[in-house]
């Protein structure tokens, strides 16, 4: 696509409820990423992908938080057990590669807005 | 490890006018890259403008330039000619170019533009 997609755009859940979010990435960008915007907080790095394999999820904040990329493309970031501080903007970004000149024009979604109630 | 820091939560400026805003990171590392990223209220991430540690000129895109100091560690960005449309989180981000790593962000500063 000519953007990075993500879906849904907001989403309100009670707590203890598990949540996919979902991003669709630029065509033919190997490297994603996740990072958690939480309200006066930067962005907090949290997984990203080259292909489908996740070299670093170090950013993930417990286990309950999960995510895959199939076929190199979309990406789902799932929360399990959701609690009240899991509420954030999930932010997505995709970049041509994750290592070289490639990698420093990140393209990023719009967001997906989740709110634990 | 590597830490981005923005002192300044807030700012306002009047319409035309310029503003500085401010960033410190910290690193070992002599190769790296910066970046200002505005993230308006639609929440649609852009890229500003970027800077590569071993170009000691400082980057321009049209009204937006930066004032780039290796030894302080310090990478400002000022706006000239302040339009409403500058209106928005700003946002400091730090690369590695030795390592293969994740894009390191500063935690904003909010842009008030008065008319």
């Known amino acids: 696509g000519a953007g990075v997609s993500q879906s849904p755009s907001n989403k309100v859940t009670e707590k203890g409820k598990d949540v996919e979010l979902r991003c669709d990435p630029i065509?033919?960008?190997?490297?994603l990423y996740w990072y958690r915007q939480s309200l006066g907080q930067g962005l907090e790095f949290l997984i990203y992908?080259?292909?489908?394999?996740?070299?670093?999820k170090s950013g993930l904040p417990s286990d309950r938080f999960s995510a895959e990329r199939t076929g190199g493309s979309v990406s789902t970031l799932t929360i399990q057990r959701t609690q009240q501080e899991d509420s954030a903007v999930y932010l997505c970004?995709?970049?041509?590669?994750?290592?070289?000149?490639?990698?420093?024009?990140?393209?990023f979604g719009a967001g997906s807005r989740l709110t634990v109630l | 490890a590597q830490t981005v820091t923005q002192s300044q939560p807030e700012m306002s400026v009047q319409e035309a006018e310029t503003v500085t805003l401010s960033c410190t990171y910290d690193t070992s590392e002599s190769d790296y890259y910066l970046f200002w990223y505005k993230q308006p209220p639609s929440r649609q991430m852009i890229l500003v403008i970027r800077q590569e540690a071993y170009k000691q000129q400082n980057a321009t895109e049209n009204r937006f330039s930066v004032n780039f100091q290796k030894a302080a560690k310090s990478f400002s960005l000022k706006i000239s000619d302040s339009q409403l449309g500058d209106a928005a989180m700003y946002f400091c981000?730090?690369?590695?170019?030795?390592?293969?790593?994740?894009?390191?962000f500063g935690k904003g500063t909010r842009l008030h533009i008065l008319p």
């Open positions: 981000a730090y690369r590695s170019a030795e390592r293969d790593d994740k894009i390191i």
């Open positions: 970004a995709s970049s041509l590669y994750h290592s070289g000149s490639g990698a420093n024009v990140l393209t």
């Open positions: 065509s033919g960008h190997t490297a």
């Open positions: 992908f080259q292909g489908n394999s996740a070299p670093d």
